[in-house]
């Protein structure tokens, strides 16, 4: 069992910045695939970015390519995601996940088996 805590949202005008982290409890994420995800407002969730299990790999959806970063620390069993540029269509809540055993960087939600309860993204325009 995986327990995820996410931080950092807030309310941020159109073209600031956000640094969103996530902390892992419980048995080692160490080698799985993180990933963030989010959902807004009327809307299915979406795949934001994913890192593979070491950090050599990243994957990140084409609409914030350029724009956020996905890193992870296992030595403290915490992933980010720095967002900056923000743009008001990046209002959302933002979720974090593991897909354990996955060593790829995968966008779809079904590898991903623990997810976080989520944190508020605002970005005013």
């Known amino acids: 069992q995986v327990q995820l805590v996410e931080s950092g949202g807030g309310l941020v005008q159109a073209g600031g910045s956000l640094r969103l982290s996530c902390a892992a409890s419980?048995?080692?994420?160490?080698?799985?695939?993180m990933g963030w995800f989010r959902q807004a407002p009327g809307k299915e969730r979406e795949f934001v970015a994913a890192?593979?299990?070491?950090?050599?790999?990243?994957n990140y959806a084409a609409s914030v390519e350029g724009r956020f970063t996905i890193s992870r620390d296992n030595a403290k069993n915490a992933v980010y995601l720095q967002m900056n540029s923000l743009k008001p269509e990046d209002t959302a809540v933002y979720y974090c996940?593991?897909?354990?055993?996955?060593?790829?960087?995968?966008?779809?939600?079904?590898?991903?088996?623990?997810w976080g309860q989520g944190t508020q993204v605002t970005v005013s325009s």
């Open positions: 996940a593991v897909a354990p055993g996955s060593s790829d960087t995968p966008d779809i939600e079904s590898y991903y088996r623990w």
């Open positions: 419980g048995r080692t994420f160490s080698r799985g695939a």
């Open positions: 890192i593979s299990a070491s950090g050599g790999s990243t």
